[in-house]
C-alpha cells in the first residue's frame, strides 16, 4: 500500500510539473543591429611610386632661354581612397589644403582631381571638375560622399594630378624664382561632414 501511495505521489508530481512547462506555438527574442559610422581616408600610390612627390622646373640648356614647366613638374600617381556611412541624408566632402610649408614666390601648386574610377559602391562623391590653387585655405576637391567605398590602393577612387606652374605667367613671376626659396608642402586631405 505504501509503494501505492508513493507511486501516485509521484505522478501527480510529474503531472503538475508536465502542466506548468508546457510549450506554446511561438517565442521570441530581440536581436540588436547596428551599423557604424565610417569616415576613413588615405591615399595611394601608384607601383613604383611613392605619396612623397617631387615637382621642378626644367633649367634651360642654353643661355637666354627660361625656365620651363612640363612633365617634371606635373606628377599623376597618387590615388584618394575612402569608406563612408553616413547619417540620413547628409555628406561628406573631402578638402585639401596646405598645412606646413610654403609654394616658393612666384609659383602655383595646383591639384585636380579626376571622377571616381567605379571599382566601389554606393553614393561615392563627384569631383570638383577643375584645377584648384592650393593653399592654406581648405577647399572642396570631392563633394557629395554619402555611404560608399571606392575600393582600396592605386587606380581606385580619385586619381590626383598635380601641377607646379608660374603663379601666373613667367613675364610676371620670373624675377620672383630664387634658387635658395625651395621648400617642401604638407598637404592634407579631410574627408568630413558638410
Same mark, same amino acid.
Given at each position: &500500500?505504501?509503494?501505492?501511495?508513493?507511486?501516485?505521489?509521484?505522478?501527480?508530481?510529474?503531472?503538475?510539473?508536465?502542466?506548468?512547462? =508546457?510549450?506554446?506555438?511561438?517565442?521570441?527574442?530581440?536581436?540588436?543591429? +547596428?551599423?557604424?559610422?565610417?569616415?576613413?581616408?588615405?591615399?595611394?600610390?601608384?607601383?613604383?611610386?611613392?605619396?612623397?612627390?617631387?615637382?621642378?622646373?626644367?633649367?634651360? *640648356?642654353?643661355?637666354? +632661354?627660361? &625656365?620651363?614647366?612640363?612633365?617634371?613638374?606635373?606628377?599623376?600617381?597618387?590615388?584618394?581612397?575612402?569608406?563612408?556611412?553616413?547619417?540620413?541624408?547628409?555628406?561628406?566632402?573631402?578638402?585639401? *589644403?596646405?598645412?606646413?610649408?610654403?609654394?616658393?614666390?612666384?609659383?602655383?601648386?595646383?591639384?585636380?582631381?579626376?571622377?571616381?574610377?567605379?571599382?566601389?559602391?554606393?553614393?561615392?562623391?563627384?569631383?570638383?571638375?577643375?584645377?584648384?590653387?592650393? *593653399?592654406?585655405?581648405? =577647399?572642396?576637391?570631392?563633394?557629395?560622399?554619402?555611404?560608399? #567605398?571606392?575600393?582600396?590602393?592605386?587606380?581606385?577612387?580619385?586619381?590626383?594630378? #598635380? =601641377?607646379?606652374? #608660374?603663379?601666373?605667367?613667367?613675364?610676371?613671376?620670373?624675377?620672383?624664382? +630664387?634658387?635658395?626659396? *625651395?621648400?617642401?608642402?604638407?598637404?592634407?586631405?579631410?574627408?568630413?561632414?558638410?
Amino acid at each position: &500500500m505504501n509503494l501505492k501511495k508513493l507511486f501516485f505521489a509521484a505522478v501527480i508530481v510529474l503531472s503538475a510539473n508536465a502542466s506548468f512547462a =508546457q510549450d506554446t506555438n511561438e517565442a521570441t527574442h530581440t536581436v540588436a543591429i +547596428k551599423i557604424a559610422e565610417v569616415a576613413l581616408l588615405d591615399l595611394e600610390f601608384a607601383a613604383g611610386a611613392s605619396t612623397d612627390i617631387i615637382l621642378e622646373g626644367t633649367a634651360p *640648356s642654353e643661355a637666354g +632661354k627660361p &625656365m620651363t614647366f612640363g612633365d617634371a613638374a606635373t606628377n599623376s600617381d597618387i590615388w584618394i581612397n575612402y569608406s563612408s556611412i553616413v547619417s540620413g541624408t547628409s555628406t561628406r566632402n573631402v578638402k585639401v *589644403s596646405i598645412t606646413d610649408g610654403t609654394v616658393p614666390a612666384g609659383l602655383k601648386l595646383t591639384v585636380l582631381a579626376a571622377e571616381d574610377a567605379g571599382n566601389g559602391e554606393g553614393t561615392v562623391g563627384t569631383a570638383n571638375g577643375s584645377a584648384i590653387t592650393l *593653399s592654406g585655405t581648405a =577647399q572642396e576637391i570631392v563633394t557629395g560622399v554619402g555611404s560608399a #567605398y571606392t575600393e582600396d590602393g592605386a587606380n581606385n577612387g580619385h586619381k590626383l594630378t #598635380y =601641377q607646379l606652374d #608660374y603663379a601666373t605667367s613667367a613675364a610676371i613671376n620670373y624675377a620672383d624664382l +630664387k634658387f635658395d626659396n *625651395s621648400d617642401t608642402v604638407t598637404i592634407t586631405y579631410t574627408l568630413s561632414e558638410i
